[in-house]
C-alpha cells in the first residue's frame, strides 16, 4: 500500500498475556520507528530500526518489551505478560532517511490490557 | 536533556476567528521542527515542517509556522479556523528520533 499500515487496529488482551502488533512500513523505507501514546499524552519514542539493525532501543520502558524487523521490512512489536500500563495506541512511523527526520505514521494499534 | 513544550493543554476558538498554538524547545542546535495533527482514532499527519531557510513555512490546509532561534519557538498559525480543524496538535523535534510536545487540544465553537 501507499502509507504505514500497522494490524491489528484494536486489540485487547488479558493481563498476562503476551501480544505482538504488526507494522508494514512503505516499501523502500530505511528507518523504521515505534512510538508508545498514552491516553491524553504525546507519543513517546520506544525503538529505532535502520533497515534490520535495531539501532536505538532506549526507550522500551521494560525487558517484556521486544521488537525485531528481521529483513529489513516488516516490524514487530512484541510485549510479554501485558499489564494495565501498557494500555495505549502504539504508532509505527516509517522514512526513506536514515534517522528520520521526516516520518510517516501509521493509524497506531490500540492495546487495552484487562 | 532534549525537550518540546506546548504551553497550552487546550484551546476553544470561534470558527472564524484566528489560531496559534505555541510551541517551545529545548535542544543544544537547532533541529528539525514539524508540527502534526491528529483526529479522534486517526494517525498523526504532518502538517508541515521547518530544515532550515525561510522562517515561514507553509503547511496543508492552510496552516503556517515561523521559527524563531531567539525564542526557540516555531509557533502554528492560521488565519480563519473551521470546524473540521477541532483535533489534537502535536508540535515535534528531530535530531535524530522525533521527540513531540504532549499536544493541544483544539476545540472549535460554531
Known amino acids: 500500500g501507499a502509507g504505514v499500515s500497522q494490524s491489528p487496529r484494536y486489540k485487547v488482551a488479558k493481563r498476562g498475556q503476551d501480544v505482538a502488533l504488526r507494522c508494514d512500513p512503505i516499501?523502500?523505507?530505511?528507518?523504521l520507528f515505534w512510538y508508545q501514546q498514552a491516553l491524553g499524552q504525546g507519543p513517546e519514542f520506544l525503538t529505532y530500526?535502520?533497515?534490520?539493525?535495531?539501532?536505538?532501543k532506549s526507550g522500551l520502558p521494560s525487558d517484556r518489551f521486544f521488537a525485531e524487523r528481521p529483513e529489513g521490512s516488516v516490524s514487530t512489536l512484541k510485549i510479554q505478560r501485558t499489564q494495565q500500563e501498557d494500555s495505549a495506541v502504539y504508532l509505527c512511523?516509517?522514512?526513506?532517511?536514515?534517522?528520520?527526520?521526516?516520518?510517516?505514521f501509521g493509524q497506531g494499534t490500540r492495546l487495552t490490557v484487562v | 536533556a532534549q525537550s518540546v513544550t506546548q504551553p497550552d493543554i487546550h484551546i476553544t476558538v470561534s470558527e472564524g476567528a484566528s489560531l496559534e498554538l505555541r510551541c517551545n524547545y529545548s535542544?543544544?542546535?537547532?533541529?528539525?521542527l514539524f508540527w502534526y495533527v491528529q483526529s479522534p482514532g486517526q494517525g498523526l499527519q504532518l502538517l508541515l515542517k521547518?530544515?532550515?531557510?525561510?522562517?515561514l513555512v507553509q503547511g496543508i490546509k492552510g496552516f503556517e509556522a515561523e521559527f524563531k532561534r531567539s525564542q526557540s519557538s516555531f509557533n502554528l498559525r492560521k488565519p480563519s479556523v473551521h470546524w473540521s480543524d477541532a483535533a489534537e496538535y502535536f508540535c515535534?523535534?528531530?535530531?535524530?528520533?522525533?521527540?513531540f510536545g504532549k499536544g493541544t487540544k483544539l476545540s472549535v465553537k460554531p
Open positions: 512511523a516509517s522514512s526513506p532517511h536514515e534517522m528520520g527526520p521526516e516520518a510517516f
Open positions: 516499501s523502500g523505507h530505511v528507518s
Open positions: 530500526f535502520q533497515n534490520e539493525a535495531q539501532l536505538d
Open positions: 535542544y543544544g542546535a537547532t533541529p528539525y
Open positions: 521547518y530544515f532550515s531557510g525561510d522562517t
Open positions: 515535534a523535534a528531530s535530531q535524530g528520533n522525533l521527540i
